[in-house]
T-cell receptor, first 115, second 110 residues
Framework: GAVVSQHPSRVICKSGTSVKIECRSL??????MFWYRQFPKKSLMLMAT?????????EQGVEKDKFLINHASLTLSTLTVTSAHPEDSSFYIC???????????FGQGTRLTVV | KQEVTQIPAALSVPEGENLVLNCSFT??????LQWFRQDPGKGLTSLLL?????REQTSGRLNASLDKSSGRSTLYIAASQPGDSATYLC?????????FGTGTSLTVIP
């Protein structure tokens, strides 16, 4: 299957700082990327959907000014958690969808801890 | 809005048993349904993808079935092994959006 690389896998940051998470499709062009958040022992919650070159569509209840998503190229999307707080600590996972494809491929996830 | 439910939430079986995980979805208008495996603290590993036109898919000891009209999918694991212990998630794709179930946590006891 196709490969989606997510970086970093773990990050610890101080409250008030911003953290950027990268999601790259290594061997295909991802026209659509999804960002999910997963709370302990819970399923994945879709945060936003981004299409290359356009603004991300955020799910209800997700603060777009806090979770900045950029999908500037067909192989890279970034999620920036701005002014992070301890309650933002979570597991974040991205997935990518190729043009005309219906199978999504997932990154390895990023464990964010805000202290 | 699509809702995906997985039963049971947790399952513990002795090694060697065959088992079935269930996934149900409320909106039958799906493109496909995908089964994933997630190990603790890790990302998702895709196991099987069933297109809406298909009835089942097989990979090794895994077999997934899909009944769109009734909104159900099952994942059958044959001859379970301790290495199969993980959380299994199903996801219904309704176009450009994937709806995930709450997962089944499987423990295979040696």
């Amino acid at each position: 299957g196709a490969v989606v690389s997510q970086h970093p896998s773990r990050v610890i940051c101080k409250s008030g700082t911003s953290v950027k998470i990268e999601c790259r499709s290594l061997d295909f062009q991802a026209t659509t990327m999804f960002w999910y958040r997963q709370f302990p022992k819970k399923s994945l919650m879709l945060m936003a959907t981004s299409n290359e070159g356009s603004k991300a569509t955020y799910e209800q209840g997700v603060e777009k000014d806090k979770f900045l998503i950029n999908h500037a190229s067909l192989t890279l999307s970034t999620l920036t958690v701005t002014s992070a707080h301890p309650e933002d600590s979570s597991f974040y996972i991205c997935s990518a969808l190729g043009l005309g494809k219906t199978e999504a491929f997932f990154g390895q996830g990023t464990r964010l801890t805000v202290v | 809005k699509q809702e995906v439910t997985q039963i049971p939430a947790a399952l513990s079986v002795p090694e060697g048993e065959n088992l079935v995980l269930n996934c149900s979805f409320t909106d039958s208008a799906i493109y496909n349904l995908q089964w994933f495996r997630q190990d603790p603290g890790k990302g998702l590993t895709s196991l099987l993808l069933i297109q809406s036109s298909q009835r089942e898919q097989t990979s090794g000891r895994l077999n997934a079935s899909l009944d769109k009209s009734s909104g159900r999918s099952t994942l059958y694991i044959a001859a379970s092994q301790p290495g199969d212990s993980a959380t299994y998630l199903c996801a219904a794709n309704t176009g450009n959006q994937f709806y995930f179930g709450t997962g089944t946590s499987l423990t295979v006891i040696p």
